[in-house]
């Protein structure tokens, strides 16, 4: 059997970065302890969420990805501990800011580098503010246990960037995630709608999705956790409560998983000479 076992992290981010940063390394050491070879974490693990508001000084916490004292502390560990890791950062690039993900392979090297591609703009959540829309375009990596696409928060509402990442050969759907309550409509719940439209992404390109959120309130927001694992149907197998901390594993025949796709027949079946409407 040719398996993979992916694994989840969610946890409080509310610390310093040296805090969140050790916090989130300790998650990682745990999750590689039961088993998992790739480990999913919250988007911006570094700090508080602090695209809450518009302030200037947030710049500051930007970082190119070369020579990163984060990214290199993750690269050190996925090589020690023969994980892959997406790390989700704040990157500069030149006079440019974007919220960026850092695949390294199971030996440390990093992959690339992908920049997110769709940037919120709400009450809470004021990410064109900080965020250039990214110019990479959708990424999938082929990593030592399989082909992985990523995407990052507010790209997972978004069905043509799963589809994408599909197409181009992913196995695996990771998705690093911050959300919870909406600052404006505290009666908006938007946990179930969250779960649902990536579950859809799981079945209709039939393989597993992983989201990793983060727990806790920072300012104005609640962040509702529920980070979980699909299977290659959409059906949860793995998931956290609204305030659990820990790491959660899941693992799948990657074999299995690539005859059902393939007996599904959505590839097979697909129309693009009819979906000019999608790009006009």
Request: charged letters at 20%; glycine letters at 10%.
């Amino acid at each position: 059997m040719n398996t993979t076992t992916l694994g989840v992290v969610q946890c409080r981010l509310g610390g310093s970065v040296h805090e969140n940063v050790n916090a989130v390394i300790a998650f990682v050491r745990e999750a590689a302890a039961a088993g998992a070879q790739i480990v999913v974490t919250p988007e911006l693990l570094e700090g508080p969420y602090f695209c809450q508001d518009e302030s200037e000084a947030h710049f500051d916490l930007a970082r190119e990805a070369d020579g990163h004292p984060t990214l290199a502390k993750f690269a050190a560990l996925a090589a020690e501990l023969q994980v892959v890791l997406p790390v989700s950062f704040f990157e500069r690039a030149g006079p440019r800011h974007y919220n960026s993900l850092a695949v390294f392979d199971a030996d440390g090297r990093r992959l690339g580098v992908y920049r997110k591609s769709h940037i919120p703009d709400g009450p809470g959540y004021e990410g064109k503010f900080y965020f250039n829309p990214g110019d990479t375009g959708f990424r999938v990596w082929q990593t030592r246990y399989g082909c992985v696409g990523a995407g990052i928060c507010w790209d997972q509402w978004f069905p043509e960037c799963a589809r994408a990442m599909a197409l181009m050969g992913a196995e695996f759907l990771l998705y690093p995630t911050a959300i919870g309550s909406e600052p404006a409509a505290p009666e908006q719940q938007t946990r179930d709608p969250w779960r649902r439209a990536m579950q859809g992404h799981s079945a209709c390109n039939a393989m597993p999705v992983v989201a990793s959120n983060r727990i806790g309130t920072e300012g104005a927001i609640s962040f509702y956790g529920s980070s979980f694992i699909t299977d290659g149907e959409g059906a949860l197998v793995a998931e956290f409560g609204e305030e659990d901390e820990g790491v959660i594993v899941h693992p799948f025949d990657r074999d299995a998983l690539r005859r059902a796709r393939a007996g599904w027949g959505f590839f097979r079946d697909r129309r693009p000479d009819l979906y000019g409407p999608l790009t006009e």
